[in-house]
């Protein structure tokens, strides 16, 4: 059952690439082909997407650069991604959807559950000038919120290093934000990440679909 809107609840953004074959989750490949890797890619999607049908949110928004495709779940309202740019604006696109609370993740954290997202999904989650922050253990981050909203603070943020997250958060602080750390999650970027993520949440679409690969590669 979708959780309802309660006062204060914030919008809820998923950035998110179509999993098509050969542009989602190419550092897979090897020892995935670009098909399994797909596969990979949309289970992590499904479930990123289920569990944010589980906790409060006053609308949900999937930021796509593609097509939705039978792994969408009703409950979310679907907007293109720009079709130029980098990662940054792309990111602040998404926020400029939202006038209020807002809660971006990204589709790369399978092993996301409500429980995780919930010192941001509670009643009392954005004052004014409150920021979340979600770090990767890669030095990037899986989740970005603020309050109010401002694009302009992840424009120009270098995207895709190891010093990405530190940046990001830096903006924040540096805006007089309010910033409230979110656990350390890691993203699935390579077969060693995904064994280890699918050892960490064996009840999903995304450890079910990890387990098949591993167990047609045993054959």
């Known amino acids: ?3 309802g809107p309660p006062d204060g609840a914030a919008t809820l953004l998923v950035i998110a690439k179509e999993p098509v074959p ?5 550092r897979l490949t090897p020892p995935c082909t670009p098909r399994e890797a797909a596969r990979l890619a949309e289970a992590a999607l499904a479930d990123t997407l289920r569990t944010l049908l589980r906790v409060p949110a006053r609308r949900r928004l999937l930021v796509l650069a593609g097509r939705p495709g039978p792994w969408l779940p009703p409950g979310f309202d679907v907007v293109p991604q720009p079709g130029t740019g980098g990662l940054d604006q792309r990111i602040a696109a998404a926020f400029s959807h939202c006038p209020g609370p807002a809660l971006l993740v990204g589709m790369d954290t399978p092993q996301l559950t409500p429980a995780l997202l919930a010192p941001a999904t509670a009643a009392d989650a954005w004052p004014p000038g409150r920021a979340w922050f979600g770090p990767a253990a890669d030095g990037g981050f899986w989740a970005l ?5 401002r694009p302009a603070l992840v424009l120009g943020v270098p995207m895709s290093t190891p010093s990405t997250g530190r940046h990001q958060r830096h903006r924040l602080v540096e805006a007089g934000l309010d910033v409230r750390d ?3 999650l890691r993203d699935v970027d390579t077969a060693a990440d995904a064994a280890r993520i699918a050892r960490e949440a ?3 679409r995304f450890a079910a679909a990890w387990a098949a690969l591993r167990a047609g590669a045993a054959t």
């Open 202 to 204: 064996p009840g999903g």
């Open 22 to 26: 050969g542009r989602v989750k190419t």
């Open 145 to 149: 919120g603020m309050a109010r909203p």
């Open 182 to 184: 979110l656990p350390v």
């Open 1 to 3: 059952m979708t959780a």
